[in-house]
């Protein structure tokens, strides 16, 4: 108690609370991060439209549900909805720009999703409305490990996302898909002259991630609830999670990362206020880029002055005198 007392904190069954509560939210953005990490690593494209397509899933569900339909059917039509939309983002709007971009592929894609952030975001408010709904899943229940509470539905969403991590990591190196994504992931060119179809890659790896954020959406709404901007602060965490376990990392090196950023976030509101929580993650990404940064620029020079070092010296070169 004095040890807490000197940290600021009530007690440490506070701190445990609060690390249990932040591994569930870390499991999200985890898979969140994975599925941006593999489209990003896979095809190049940095699909910030991600937010549509959870965004899409979740909301849909609720509004069939809201019609009579049944909690699992309105859930699987709104993954398929929410996955199809990831692949038509890939089939109907980047493939024809990236045909046209050339250099500035990157840009114009990434302009190119925020776009459908907007355009899909009043879609969803001019066909369904703004009003905040609820998606209904089986009744929850409580469960107390020693001293900490958690809700059933936030411990069996954790379970799923680190087992559909799991799955796709084993999907990626046990399967012929997961030696074509990993064939594109490193070159393209490469893989296509060896027969591997990249354009029907693609739309695999935007449909897996799709169907990822859709998942995580659901136990959001399940959880909380469902609006038309639900998907911003996700994708946010889910850049930050990408960029600190690295994009061509596996989907378990990135979940891991996702629940320490998630622990990191809970913690911080022992302290901080927990709106103020979000500016520690982010300070810890810029922190993290400025190092990466600098060690690649003191890697530089001094392969620079290595190099210069070896040199040989012209045999014609004047010698000083003595």
């Known amino acids: 108690m004095m040890i807490a007392a000197f940290l600021g904190i009530d007690s440490f069954r506070e701190v445990v609370q609060a690390l249990a509560n932040g591994l569930i939210s870390g499991g999200a953005y985890g898979l969140m991060g994975a599925a941006l990490a593999l489209i990003l690593s896979t095809t190049g494209r940095f699909h910030f439209a991600l937010i549509f397509n959870y965004t899409l899933a979740a909301f849909l569900a609720a509004v069939l549900q809201a019609d009579g339909v049944p909690f699992g059917l309105a859930v699987l039509l709104g993954l398929a909805a929410g996955t199809l939309s990831g692949v038509l983002c890939e089939a109907v709007v980047y493939r024809p720009l990236a045909r046209r971009a050339g250099a500035d592929v990157l840009l114009t894609v990434f302009v190119a ?7 899909g975001e009043n879609a969803i408010r001019l066909i369904w409305g703004s009003d905040t ?4 899943g089986p009744a929850d229940k409580t469960i107390e490990i020693s001293s900490v509470v958690l809700s059933a539905t936030s411990v069996v ?3 799923v996302y680190v087992l559909i991590a799991a799955a796709l990591a084993l999907v990626l190196a046990r399967t012929s898909v997961g030696r074509q994504i990993k064939a594109v992931r490193v070159n393209p060119t490469m893989a ?3 027969g591997v179809d990249v354009g029907r890659v693609f739309l695999l790896v935007f449909a897996i991630g799709a169907f990822m954020a859709g998942v995580v959406a659901v136990f959001t709404g399940v959880r909380f609830a469902v609006t ?7 994708v946010f965490y889910a850049l930050v999670v ?9 989907p378990l090196t990135v ?28 300070g810890l990404l810029m922190v993290f880029l ?20 070896r040199r040989p010296v012209p045999v014609d070169a004047p010698v000083e005198a003595a």
């Open 113 to 119: 999703s925020l776009g459908l952030v907007i355009a």
């Open 133 to 136: 709904r609820n998606l209904t």
């Open 157 to 159: 969403s954790l379970a």
């Open 192 to 194: 296509g002259a060896v």
């Open 228 to 234: 038309a901007n639900m998907g911003t602060t996700p």
């Open 242 to 250: 990408a960029f600190f376990a690295g994009t061509a990392r596996g």
């Open 255 to 282: 979940m891991a990362a996702g629940l320490g950023v998630g622990a990191i976030e809970s913690l911080s509101t022992l302290w901080l206020n927990s709106k103020l929580s979000s500016v520690v993650v982010f």
């Open 290 to 309: 400025c190092q990466a940064t600098l060690r690649e620029s003191i890697s530089r020079a001094l392969r620079r002055r290595r190099g210069a070092a």
